[in-house]
């Protein structure tokens, strides 16, 4: 009983020092959801493994589905994160194009006025 204690306490408190250095660290957000998905099913499994007396088993396990369901949801956020930046590149590009436009009429209003 005291052992599988302490493999719970070490599993959670190791996902709980390694996911903010994962989910702050430089990274994409497909990767920082597969590392996080990996490092909350590791917990979980750990903690579900305890229970039927096979903790480092549920741990992998949990490691992989947290690990794919976190690439899923990682990689989601990346495309939508690639979606917003080609919207703001192309916003910026219409915004100097009508800018460039407005120089243009000001400079033709002024002619006409001088003629």
Do not use: C, D
């Not at 990689?75 to 120089?103: D, F, T, V, W």
């Amino acid at each position: 009983m005291m052992r599988k204690n302490w493999i719970i306490a070490v599993g959670l408190s190791a996902a709980l020092i390694a996911l903010p250095a994962v989910a702050s660290a430089q990274f994409s957000e497909t990767q920082k959801g597969t590392g996080v998905g990996a490092l909350l099913g590791a917990g979980t499994g750990a903690i579900v493994g305890a229970a039927v007396h096979h903790p480092i088993a549920g741990a992998l396990i949990g490691a992989g589905v947290g690990g794919v369901g976190g690439y899923a949801v990682g990689s989601e956020l990346q495309h939508q994160q690639n979606a917003n930046y080609a919207n703001q590149r192309a916003l910026g590009a219409e915004q100097r194009e009508i800018e460039q436009q407005r120089r243009e009429i000001r400079q033709l209003q002024q002619t006409q006025e001088t003629e």
